[in-house]
């Protein structure tokens, strides 16, 4: 077991890296004929932005399942925090939006 993997902020920066490179991969598999500017513009004009965050976050379990198996338990943590940051921007975004 590595114990230099345990530690709050290596899981939260994977819990924020991961949904981020889902994202990405979405971009370039069905966007990659425009900017990534105007790729955000269009999901934000569309309302979907923060729906797609939401689904990218998914990955995330994974990330935790991979942690809590190899007894990483504050990288675990580090990824669930995360995972509530990403549902509380949502949430929040839900509320301003009036959709909530």
Do not use: E
């Not at 590595?2 to 530690?7: I, P, Q, S, T």
């Not at 069905?30 to 790729?39: E, G, H, I, M, R």
Request: charged fraction near 10%; proline fraction near 2%; include cysteine.
């Amino acid at each position: 077991m590595n114990r230099k993997a345990d530690n709050f902020w290596v899981g939260l920066v994977f819990g924020i890296v991961l949904p981020m490179i889902v994202l990405l991969i979405f971009y370039l598999s069905s966007y990659a004929y425009l900017t990534v500017p105007k790729f955000l513009r269009t999901m934000v004009f569309q309302s979907i932005l923060f729906k797609l965050l939401s689904l990218c976050a998914v990955i995330n379990l994974g990330a935790f399942f991979l942690f809590y198996q190899t007894q990483n338990d504050k990288a675990a943590k580090g990824v669930i925090f995360a995972t509530f940051l990403f549902a509380f921007a949502v949430i929040v975004n839900q509320i301003i939006g009036g959709t909530l």
